[in-house]
């Protein structure tokens, strides 16, 4: 069982709608991670949190807006889609961004179709 | 800048075969080394990890060893199962790269026919 919680497991929406990615963690982290995978690829790196701020943008389009609203939850609101953000999106979280050398966790994703 | 490099796959071996996906890398500093495994349909889970050089992680029959000399992380296993089919990833965070990036390998499909 993955200690990272994602929902929804499936999302299709339309390129005009309004949906959010929610994670949620108790294992008393304090930095967490949106990846965006595709087919065949590593996860790419979207946005990170820390300490509840946002600390990294990776240039991601405004259609993706991050949120923590605390130290436990994760969203990811989406709008106005193309269909190339159709991907598996991941959830991540770590102890903390200044320790290198502990590893982040996953969930097991949101799968998002845009139509 | 910081990369990892792992083999081409798909990878394909018999039931209890003997497994290597090969893992080299280029960091700055000393990296902290990972090996994550996903399975058909699922998020990334952590398989195992080493710190600093010499380590060995090992997780359930899979071992890596920090090998500073080479810039490798070799992932083995002695006796691969059916169920081990999955992509496996290896990935790096370097202590001197403030972005946080955790740096991943292309990833590796291993298909394991009984």
């Known amino acids: 069982d993955t200690e990272v919680t994602q929902t929804p497991k499936h999302l299709v929406m339309g390129m005009t709608n309004k949906k959010s990615l929610k994670c949620e963690q108790h294992m008393g982290h304090r930095a967490m991670y949106w990846y965006k995978q595709k087919a065949k690829k590593p996860p790419e790196l979207m946005f990170v949190?820390?300490?509840?701020?946002?600390?990294i943008n990776e240039s991601v389009p405004s259609r993706f807006s991050p949120e923590c609203p605390n130290s436990s939850l994760l969203n990811l609101h989406l709008h106005a889609l193309q269909p190339e953000d159709s991907a598996l999106y991941l959830c991540?979280?770590?102890?903390?961004?200044?320790?290198?050398?502990?590893?982040?966790?996953f969930g097991d994703g949101t799968r998002l179709s845009i139509l | 800048g910081n990369s990892v490099t792992q083999m081409e796959g798909p990878v394909t071996l018999s039931e209890e075969a003997f497994l290597t996906i090969n893992c080299t890398y280029t960091a700055t500093g000393y990296p902290s080394l990972f090996w994550y495994v996903q399975y058909p349909g699922e998020g990334l889970q952590l398989l195992l990890k080493a710190t600093k050089a010499d380590d060995k992680g090992s997780n359930k029959g899979f071992e890596a060893t920090y090998r500073k000399e080479t810039t490798s992380f070799h992932l083995e296993k002695g006796s691969v199962q059916v169920s081990d089919s999955a992509v496996y990833f290896c990935?790096?965070?370097?202590?001197?790269?403030?972005?946080?990036?955790?740096?991943f390998g292309s990833g590796t499909r291993l298909l394991v026919r009984p």
């Open positions: 990935a790096l965070r370097s202590r001197m790269d403030s972005s946080y990036k955790l740096i």
């Open positions: 991540a979280s770590s102890q903390g961004t200044e320790y290198s050398n502990q590893p982040q966790h």
């Open positions: 949190y820390s300490y509840e701020k946002l600390s």
